[in-house]
């Protein structure tokens, strides 16, 4: 089962910021908070991961709260490009291995 | 550097049918996963190779389902007695080494249709 909840779909204006949601309210002391996007039609591409801190690159910034049960993924100026599925996946350690365990995502579409 | 690369990027099979994906992780990554993603999901987690062991196939829906990695790098799933439930894009990303901060890159995926 998915850790993370995430709204289904979000517009937003080109040039604004886009501020998309997330919430994994059972994440464990330990976990990592990683972001995807998913383009149509091509594999996920990594955009930002962080466990407490906020993390800011090149792409994205990621704010996570104090509790650690909820995060929001910031793209400063969204363009029509950055129109594609948005996954929050908490990785967790199961036998052994790191899983990134997906939600259904928030389809983001930019709007020209 | 070259990404993951995945062949065929589709496949179409009949019901029945035996099919190979072919999976080319990026130069020096040691793990290695596959996932399978149906229409309007997520990925879900099927098999991960550290090296050329299958250190966790959990997620591998049943016994038709097998992949290899006989000389840690390059990787095949293999399905056989394919169904037209196994219809999905299946994902193959790799890491570093698999360990907690590495992270997963992902290849283009092979979509795969069983008539």
């Known amino acids: 089962d998915a850790k993370t909840t995430q709204p289904p779909s979000m517009d937003c204006a080109e040039g604004r910021a886009a501020n998309l949601p997330c919430n994994h309210s059972t994440i464990s002391g330990n976990e990592y908070v990683y972001w995807y996007r998913q383009i149509h039609s091509q594999g996920p591409q990594y955009i930002i991961h962080?466990?407490?801190n906020n993390e800011t690159n090149e792409m994205a910034s990621l704010i996570i709260t104090e509790d650690r049960k909820s995060s929001t993924l910031i793209l400063p100026h969204a363009t029509l490009r950055d129109t594609a599925v948005y996954y929050c996946?908490?990785?967790?350690?199961?036998?052994?291995?790191?899983?990134?365990?997906f939600g259904t995502g928030t389809r983001l579409k930019v709007l020209a | 550097g070259a990404g993951v690369s995945q062949t065929p990027s589709n496949k179409v099979t009949e019901k029945g049918k035996y099919v190979e994906l072919r999976c080319d992780p990026i130069s020096g990554h040691t793990a290695l996963y596959w996932y399978r993603q149906s229409l309007g999901q997520g990925p879900e987690f099927l098999i991960y190779f550290q090296g050329t062991g299958a250190a966790d196939d959990s997620g591998l829906p049943n016994d038709r389902f097998f992949a290899v990695r006989p000389e840690g790098s390059v990787s095949t799933l293999k399905i056989q007695r394919t169904e037209r439930g196994d219809s999905a894009v299946y994902l193959c990303?790799?890491?570093?080494?698999?360990?907690?901060?590495?992270?997963?890159?992902f290849g283009p995926g092979t979509r795969l249709t069983v008539l």
């Open positions: 996946i908490v990785r967790v350690r199961s036998s052994g291995t790191y899983k990134y365990i």
């Open positions: 962080g466990l407490k």
């Open positions: 990303a790799s890491s570093a080494q698999g360990h907690s901060t590495d992270t997963q890159y």
